[in-house]
């Protein structure tokens, strides 16, 4: 017995050396990762951002004291993180401004930084380039997060091919960001160019942004050409001068989102979309000459969305203004709709049709969608279908049509679980 002794503590004895060896290796980690401060009136550990950027190496932090940079971002493909002191606050982010003055895009990605790279709280603007006056991506998978991307323009003529106003081919994560008051535009007469007013050719995940009043002069006001999960976005008055005041030419998976007040010349809300569809509410978005809705679009799945009060041209029926030359939904509440495929044609019952599209405990949408793969929380990031009691509607899964599962959720998110 006494000779085992030793041998059993063996093993102990390497896990311990292997632990020691592991803590010395993580230190060593922990003392080359470096935070850097930078102020605005150059006080800080660098004069400026991009000198900071430019010694950092991979997971070092650049932090930025509130306060406007004048300067232009240039990432070298490490997988470091600029932000603000405080990311979660919009007061800070608001007050965190690098502003690009327009000698280019605000921020440019090298494409080769992973998920680890990281782009926080801050704010973007002033950007002006020929694709991507906020963010040029060239296919990064950075983590783009809560900020403010704003009053950035993708402008040149024609063959100069302007996209991306706020952000272009970003591939990585971009979430919780507000996207405002950015433009593509062209300067030559030719409108189908100018594409993609908020962002263009992102892939990805683009999760949980508010992407509003944008505009492009090509097609896409708010989004254009982006394949990803696209999932939980406020798109709203965004607007094209060409199709797809929303997004056009959009492909991946498409769920959740709220598409409101969008114009274009056709397609207010939506143009040439691809992909997968689901639980997405459609509402008041108008055209000028073709559809208020969804047009020229091929949809893979198709289901439990509403579409509403989008109006285009008075001399098309209500059905026409809401989905035009496109898949036919299942399972959707469409105005005007006459095609069956277990769509409904009722009013939706929303809190506040201008305002507010929860519904309403009468609403005819309540459990009336299909069942599906996939999606499991609503745009307010609650677990659908909420209750356990299915209404005899649908096809019985309980989901109901649109972005949001009732019921409402009240006192700042709290839900109030009801059984009806
Ligand atoms: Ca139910
Ligand atoms: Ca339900």
């Avoid at 020691?20 to 800080?44: F, N, P, Y």
């Avoid at 997988?79 to 401004?97: C, E, G, H, L, M």
């Avoid at 009043?213 to 708010?222: E, F, Q």
Wanted: glycine share 14%; aromatic share 6%; net charge negative.
């Amino acid at each position: 017995m006494t000779q085992r002794s030793p041998a059993r503590s063996i093993p102990s004895l390497s896990l311990f050396v292997g632990c020691v060896a592991w803590m010395a290796l993580a230190a060593t980690r922990d003392s080359a990762a470096r935070e850097w401060r930078v102020e605005a009136d150059g006080s800080g550990d660098t004069a400026r951002i991009q000198e900071a950027i430019d010694q950092a190496i991979s997971g070092d932090v650049i932090i930025l004291a509130p306060g406007r940079y004048v300067e232009t971002l240039q990432f070298r493909g490490a997988d470091i993180t600029v932000r603000s002191q405080d990311p979660d606050d919009p007061d800070v982010v608001d007050a965190t401004v690098i502003d690009a003055d327009n000698q280019g895009s605000v921020a440019r990605f090298d494409g080769r930084e992973t998920a680890a790279c990281l782009l926080t709280g801050v704010t973007l603007t002033g950007g002006r380039a020929a694709q991507g006056g906020g963010i040029h991506g060239q296919g990064t998978r950075a983590t783009i997060r809560a900020n403010r991307i704003t009053s950035n323009t993708a402008e040149g003529r024609t063959g100069d091919d302007p996209r991306g106003g706020g952000l272009f081919q970003c591939a990585g994560r971009i979430e919780g960001n507000r996207i405002e008051s950015n433009r593509a535009w062209t300067t030559s007469t030719l409108t189908t160019s100018g594409r993609g007013g908020g962002l263009a050719e992102c892939g990805g995940e683009i999760w949980s942004n508010f992407i509003q009043s944008n505009t492009a002069s090509g097609p896409g006001g708010g989004l254009f050409a982006c394949d990803a999960w696209v999932e939980g976005n406020h798109i709203a008055g965004n607007q094209s001068l060409a199709a797809g005041g929303g997004a056009a030419a959009g492909d991946g998976h498409w769920r959740n989102n709220l598409f409101v007040g969008n114009r274009a010349e056709a397609g207010g809300a939506l143009s040439g979309q691809r992909g997968v569809f689901l639980h997405n509410t459609l509402v008041s978005n108008h055209a000028q000459t073709r559809c208020g809705g969804m047009l020229d679009s091929q949809i893979l799945v198709f289901k439990n969305c509403i579409f509403w009060n989008n109006d285009g041209p008075e001399t098309q029926s209500a059905q026409d203004d809401q989905i035009l030359q496109s898949t036919a939904p299942l399972y959707s509440c469409v105005q005007g709709w006459t095609g069956g495929n277990f769509n409904i044609a009722a009013d939706p019952a929303f809190v506040d049709p201008l305002r507010d599209f929860h519904l309403r405990p009468d609403s005819p949408a309540i459990d009336a969608g299909g069942s599906i793969h996939g999606v499991v929380r609503d745009l307010d990031g609650r677990l659908r279908p909420i209750d356990s009691v299915r209404e005899p509607r649908g096809d019985g899964s309980n989901l109901d049509m649109g972005a949001y599962e009732y019921p409402i959720p009240l006192h700042g998110g709290v839900t109030v679980w009801r059984l009806y």
